[in-house]
């Protein structure tokens, strides 16, 4: 059937993008960002420089890219209209955190959770990286926007909701860096919550199924 067909080929693609973007995060921690390059990259995944910017257009991409947009974006796009702004964004981020950082105690990190410590790291440490960061907070800032739909599509509503997720991104960033400098040994989502509360207040993220 085409539609398994077409699920199956994203599998495979997913699985080969994590695959090479693990090599790359190893090596770029070993031997560091500028020391290491694409082709170096390619070699340690058994692929051909070609089929790594294939998946990964610039060097950059390697550390940088990653599926929050969508996660954040489809959990928008599910809740309620009801909430404040900054409300569903928040309570989308945290939930889209606990789904990339995969839960478990704070003692035993998972896989996903290591990857993405090793992400923050070089992201903080290397100045071409944070440069580069700053093109994937507006392309999320956007994706968000475009999530919330018909709440944003008149141009003074487009602005409250541009506004209300840049000021959600950067309390996102904030509890990034900490949680980076903690090494993960805090919950992601509980820190991305603590940032969220001192920006906006103890209630802007709500609990129970209705939130």
């Not at 809740?79 to 990339?100: C, E, F, Y």
Request: glycine share 6%; net charge negative.
């Amino acid at each position: 059937m085409p539609d398994q067909n077409s699920t199956l080929r994203a599998q495979r693609r997913a699985e080969t993008q994590r695959m090479i973007q693990a090599h790359a995060l190893r090596l770029f921690t070993e031997r560091g960002y500028d020391a290491t390059t694409v082709t170096d990259v390619a070699e340690a995944a058994g692929v051909s420089p070609m089929t790594v910017y294939r998946h990964f257009p610039t060097k950059e991409d390697l550390v940088l890219f990653d599926q929050n947009g969508r996660l954040v974006a489809e959990r928008i796009a599910a809740s309620s209209a009801v909430h404040p702004l900054v409300r569903r964004i928040g309570i989308a981020l945290i939930d889209s955190a606990a789904a990339l950082t995969g839960g478990g105690h704070a003692d035993d990190l998972t896989a996903n959770r290591r990857f993405l410590l090793a992400r923050l790291r070089l992201m903080i440490s290397t100045p071409a990286l944070r440069a580069k960061h700053l093109d994937n907070h507006y392309a999320l800032q956007q994706a968000i926007v475009d999530a919330l739909g018909d709440d944003a599509t008149d141009p003074e509503d487009a602005f409250r909701a541009r506004a209300a997720a840049s000021a959600c991104l950067a309390a996102l960033h904030t509890a990034l860096v900490r949680w980076a400098e903690d090494d993960g040994r805090t919950e992601l989502p509980e820190v991305i919550a603590k940032a969220l509360a001192a920006a906006f207040g103890d209630d802007i993220v709500g609990t129970g199924p209705d939130r």
